[in-house]
Structures are given as C-alpha cells and as structure tokens.
C-alpha cells in the first residue's frame, strides 16, 4: 500500500536503569492522518513522545523526520523539523497574560522581545482566532497561573496549535478534563487532521481512540505488541490481554 511516512523509527532505544523503557521500537507515522499510542502503565509510550521531542536522549536507534535521520534530538530544534508537542504536565510561562502566551510562539519572538514589541494587528487577529477555538478569549488578559487545570491544558493546547508546524505529539491532551473542555480538544484535533496536519496522540479513552484514531499502535514494556486498523487492534486477544492483566 501506498503512505507516505513523515516520521519513523529504527530500532529506537531508551535504557533507564539498565530496564528497556523502549525496546528497538520500530514503528511508522502517516502524513496527515491520527495514529494514536495505548499501552498498560509502564508501556513506554510517553517515554517514546520524550524521545521524538528530544527530552531525553536516544540510547540507540534512530528517529526519521521527512528523511532525515536522527540519533540525537535537542528540545529546541523540536520546531525546526516541523514538530510540536504538549506535556502530561503543562509547561506555560506563568507570570504572563493568556495572550502574550500566545504572542509568544506566533511571532516566534524570545520572551523579552515578545513583551515589549508592538505587537502588529494580524499577530493579535492569530492569537485572537486561537484563543476564540480553545474558548480563553475572554480569559486574555489573565495571568496563565491563575487559570484552572483545563484552562492550562486548553492554553497549552492553543499554543501548539499556534505554531507553523505540521507534526503534533499530543501527550494525554485529554486527561482530567471536564466533557465541554475535551469536546474542544477533540474538535481542534479533528481540524487539524482537515488540515492535512500528523497528530501522535497518547490517550486512555477507548471511545476517543476509536472516534479519532486512523491508526493505532499498542506498546507494551517498551516493545510494539500490535498495530493497524483501530477496531482490529483492540479486538486482538494479545491486546485485550495486555490491558486486563494490568
């Protein structure tokens, strides 16, 4: 069949304590299309998000974007392959407003810069539009600490999406949140791929993975156990087995 691969991996490997988190994982990212991650606790995949956004080094193996392969990733040129992501712990700059959040990553501008330029009509009209989607608009001139959890999650949400990228590792976007809060983030997700954007999607929720995913990917102790049509997978014996012996 034809795809066309945006992102790979090669015998991709992560050690922690001589323990394989990820075990010469090779695995195939579609462009354009959600391929979501499940696995038991434990089963490596934030530890594989930490590897493709250059969090943590790679032990061995290697990681291919557009062609290019990598064995080291540093978490600032993240961008520069065309990539983003979000974190199971929201990472924001605290003490500034919802907007200059914003701001921030539209003008691609440093912290202090972004602060004190005057920001052009159409950076505000982008930031506008985003804030509107993820529903903050109202909340702009809040400082990002003072928001809630699922306010922080739809900031962080916002950011990545304000960003001129067309990868996106979404790392349980979803968890904790209120249902008009993850109905948001599923709609955001879904144009995004209308876009013909690549989403990497961590999720527990079977019935969201079911709704979203065009491909699915079943990691357990580091190791790919199954993968392919969603429906398919999650009625493989292996994998219910996996799950239910948790």
Known sequence: KIMSEILKT??????????????????????????????????????????????????????????????????????SYGMTRTFQNIKLFEQMTVLDNIL????????????????????????????????????????????????????????????DVNIFLFDEPLAGLFPEMRKIIVSVIKELKEHRKTIILIEHNMDLIRELSDHLIVMDEGKLLAEGNPEKVLSQKNVIEAYLGE
């Open 10 to 79: 090669n015998n991709l490997v992560k050690n922690f304590d001589g323990i394989h988190a990820v075990d010469h994982l090779s695995i195939s990212i579609e462009e354009g299309k959600i391929t979501s991650i499940i696995g038991p606790n434990g089963s490596g995949k934030t530890t594989l998000i930490n590897l493709i956004s250059g969090v943590k080094p790679i032990d061995g193996g290697h990681i291919i974007i557009k062609g290019i392969s990598l064995s080291k990733i540093k978490p600032y040129e993240v961008s």
């Open 104 to 163: 921030v990553v539209i003008t691609k501008r440093n912290l202090w810069s972004a602060l004190f330029e005057k920001h052009k009509d159409y950076h505000l009209k982008q930031a506008e539009e985003v804030l509107r989607k993820v529903n903050l608009w109202e909340k702009k001139n809040e400082l990002a600490v003072n928001l809630s959890y699922g306010q922080r999650k739809l900031l962080e949400i916002a950011r990545a999406i304000s960003m």
